[in-house]
Nanobody
Framework: QLELVESGGGLVQAGDSLRLPCVLS????????TAWFRQAPGMDREFVAA???????TGYSAFARGRFTISIDASDTVSLQMNSLKPEDTAVYYC???????????????????WGQGTQVTVSS
């Protein structure tokens, strides 16, 4: 059973940056498709960014494109770099993973069987 552990959340000001690492327990991050989702208070969880490291492709939601970058940092770590943060980026951020079955990235929650516990990001104005 794969386990994911996110970290790096915190309280920052608008315009600041944060990097959220996600450590995978089996140290084979390059063989997975991974994604980041977020959930703001009272809202549904929404897609942020995804990757299929097996084929080296990434995808982003409209609000993340140009500000956020998903990357693979080590054999066991994928990260979400967030720049120019806004108060509306305040949410719990979740890392998710799956074994890819196609050469695409996945943006639907139900497509991911493995999830981390989440890390809180709060952006003050």
């Amino acid at each position: 059973q794969l386990e994911l552990v996110e970290s790096g959340g915190g309280l920052v000001q608008a315009g600041d940056s944060l990097r959220l690492p996600c450590v995978l327990s089996d140290s084979t991050a390059s063989t997975y498709a991974t994604a980041w989702f977020r959930q703001a208070p009272g809202m549904d969880r929404e897609f942020v960014a995804a990757s299929n490291w097996n084929v080296g492709i990434t995808g982003y939601s409209a609000f993340a494109r140009g500000r956020f970058t998903i990357s693979i940092d080590a054999s066991d770590t994928v990260s979400l770099q967030m720049n120019s943060l806004k108060p509306e980026d305040t949410a719990v951020y979740y890392c998710a993973a799956r074994r890819p079955e196609t050469n695409r990235w996945y943006k639907v929650e139900a497509e991911y069987p493995y999830w981390g516990q989440g890390t809180q990001v709060t952006v003050s104005s």
